[in-house]
Structures are given as structure tokens and as C-alpha cells.
């Protein structure tokens, strides 16, 4: 059974929201990422909290932790699909006495794909970056070149199965000729023979080795996007296929840019008097200063929006730029600003003390 509770810590209730489980998982993440935390566990800290956010954030996994504590029922003892119907196949062939290829299945040679997360910023997003990835993973023997075998030593086909890796046996039984498949003993299920093993791998062709794998991140890609880098997963034993990685893309938050998929928004202030007549300002976008032009009249909270200025999409274009207006007005004012205004509020009528009858009458009946 996991001894992890996945709740506590993303900091959430049981019955969490998936977006509130989202917000708790993006502030854990920023708090103990190792490039911004100098806590001596950040790293174990932030992989517990990907391992917690990876099983909360999908509805499945989260199900079967809620009911068996663990994101994995083969934990908690139940198995999984495969070895209830092997069991089943197991016990049929007792009965029948081999009949259907029952016994025990194929070993598993090919190694199993592996997850890692690298964090961009908005702008390497939107141009691509290749990115340096470090990985400590089960790789191909450098001793041995993945063969299994020792420097001097031999590869050989397995004499017994003739590097099938499994055994077939045939029985003679009242239904007739019964036949059975079983893992060779001999060779392990590999098929091959290596003499003398290598020292480092002991014959399996693969060891924990620690490298960097370079990874290419296309332009536009998404926070949370998964790229697959194929064949550097877990290594095969003695040369079978390799696992491939999974790589988890996380994309830092900008300054003063928010991005809302593949739209990016900004905040930008106005005096009240370009407020009134209208004008262009320049607001710094992702790849530079961007001039945007708004009419007269503008009030805080309205947007321009410059299409094609945001974040490039995968599969061609882009999204828009939306700047979004605030009427700053002063606090303090000289005495030249104050009598300008004073003049400019008697002009507007705002000096005559409130509306008057006939103008409090036009807005009662909207007209």
C-alpha cells in the first residue's frame, strides 16, 4: 500500500477541484523546483509533488488511489488484467493437462518507458529550444556494448530452446496430445547464451548509466505538454528494444505576460487625457515593444487586440496579443494640472453643482 497521502502534499482536500488541484500543484512546483529552491531535499520534494499531481490530475488514477491508496491496484495486491487471465490459463492447464499454452508467459526483454519533466520560459516556448535533459536510467552496458557477455567471453544461441526462450512440452492424455509453453530455465527466456557474463551488467546487457539527452521543443508547445523521445526510456535486456522517455514540459510563468492558450495578455496604463483624445502607446509584447493604437473616449478595462502578435501554435499561426487599458488617474496634481482640470470639469458642466432638474428628468426617462 502507498505510505504517500497525495493530498497533503499538494496541500488540497480530498474532494478537490481539478483546477484547484492544478493552482495548489503550479505553487508547490514553483516553491521547490531545485533551479529556485535551496532546500536540501527540493528534489525529492519536487518529484513527490509531480508523482502526486500525476495520479490527482487524472480522473482514472485518482479513482483507484481513492479506493485502493495506491494509483497502482497491483500494490494492493489485486494484480492487474494480464495475471488474472494468466492465472486462469495457469489453472486450465493444470486441468486439461497443458491444453490451451498455458505455464508461465514470455519474460518481459524490452525495457519500459521512463518520465522526466524540464521547465522553459514563455519565450523559449514560442521560438523552440532544444533542451539538455540529465538522466540516471537503466542504459545499454558500456562494458559489454549490451551483449551480456564479459569482454572475452561469447554470445550463443540457447541449445535447449534454440533462442526461442520458451520451452513447448506435448503430453499424450485421454483428450489426446496436450501441449504446454514454459520460460527456458537455461537461457532465462533471453534465448541467448553468454559465457562468461559481463562483470558490470551480470549478463543482462544493461546497467545504470547517468547522461544528457538533448531534446528538441517545438515552437507553441503547451504547459504540461508531453514530447515522447524515442528509445531513451529503460534499455532492453542484452539489446531488445528500449523504453522510450517522456518527457513533462513545464513553462514559467512571464513578468507582466499572461498567456490563455494561444492568446497573451498584458496590462497597460493611460493618462486620462490620452483616455479622452485617443492615441498609440507601445507595450512591450514577448518579442519587443508593440505599438497599439485606441480610439477616443476609452475607459479602464477595455482591450485592443493585435491579431497574430501571441503565442505561435503547433500547427500553424498564431494566436492574438490583447492589451488591456487602465485609466490612471493622479493623486496629486500642481497648481498649472489642477486650474487645466478645474477648467476642463467647468467646461463638462461639472461646476454647476450636480445635475439640474431637467437633466435628472431626461435620465429618469432614458431618453
Not at 321 to 334: E, Q
Amino acid at each position: 500500500m502507498a505510505t504517500i497521502d497525495y493530498y497533503e502534499v499538494l496541500g488540497v482536500a480530498r474532494d478537490a477541484s481539478a483546477d484547484e488541484i492544478k493552482k495548489a500543484f503550479r505553487q508547490k512546483a514553483r516553491e521547490t523546483h531545485p533551479d529556485v529552491s535551496d532546500g536540501e531535499n527540493a528534489e525529492e520534494e519536487f518529484k513527490r509533488i509531480n508523482e502526486a499531481y500525476e495520479v490527482l490530475s487524472d480522473d482514472q488514477k485518482r479513482s483507484t488511489y481513492d479506493q485502493y491508496g495506491t494509483a497502482d491496484p497491483r500494490q494492493a495486491g489485486y494484480g492487474d488484467v494480464g495475471d488474472v487471465f494468466s492465472g486462469f490459463e495457469d489453472i486450465f492447464s493444470v486441468f486439461m493437462g497443458g491444453m490451451g499454452g498455458g505455464g508461465q508467459r514470455r519474460v518481459q526483454l524490452d525495457g519500459r518507458d521512463m518520465r522526466a519533466q524540464t521547465v522553459i520560459t514563455l519565450k523559449e516556448a514560442a521560438t523552440g529550444v532544444e533542451k539538455d535533459v540529465p538522466l540516471t536510467r537503466v542504459g545499454p552496458c558500456p562494458t559489454c556494448n549490451a551483449t551480456g557477455a564479459a569482454p572475452d567471453g561469447s554470445v550463443q544461441t540457447c541449445p535447449v530452446c534454440n533462442g526461442a526462450g520458451q520451452r513447448r512440452t506435448q503430453r499424450r492424455t485421454l483428450l489426446g496430445v496436450m501441449e504446454s509453453v514454459t520460460t527456458c530455465e537455461r537461457c532465462g527466456g533471453t534465448g541467448k547464451i553468454v559465457d562468461p557474463p559481463c562483470p558490470t551488467c551480470g549478463g543482462e546487457g544493461r546497467a545504470r548509466v547517468s547522461e544528457t539527452v538533448r531534446v528538441t521543443i517545438p515552437a507553441g508547445i503547451d504547459d504540461g505538454a508531453t514530447l515522447r523521445v524515442s528509445g531513451k526510456g529503460e534499455a532492453g535486456v542484452r539489446g531488445a528494444q528500449s523504453g522510450d522517455l517522456l518527457l513533462t514540459v513545464r513553462v514559467k510563468e512571464h513578468d507582466y505576460l499572461h498567456r490563455e492558450g494561444d492568446d497573451l495578455h498584458a496590462m497597460a496604463a493611460i493618462n486620462i487625457a490620452q483616455a479622452a483624445l485617443g492615441g498609440t502607446i507601445s507595450v512591450p509584447g514577448l518579442f519587443g515593444d508593440e505599438p497599439v493604437e485606441f480610439g477616443a473616449g476609452v475607459q479602464s478595462g477595455e482591450t485592443v487586440r493585435l491579431k497574430g502578435k501571441g503565442m505561435p501554435r503547433m500547427r500553424g499561426g498564431a494566436g492574438d496579443f490583447i492589451v488591456h487599458l487602465r485609466v490612471d488617474v493622479p493623486r496629486k496634481l500642481n497648481k498649472k494640472q489642477r486650474e487645466l482640470v478645474r477648467e476642463l470639469g467647468e467646461s463638462f458642466g461639472t461646476g454647476k453643482g450636480g445635475p439640474t432638474k431637467l437633466e435628472r428628468l431626461k435620465d429618469w426617462l432614458g431618453a
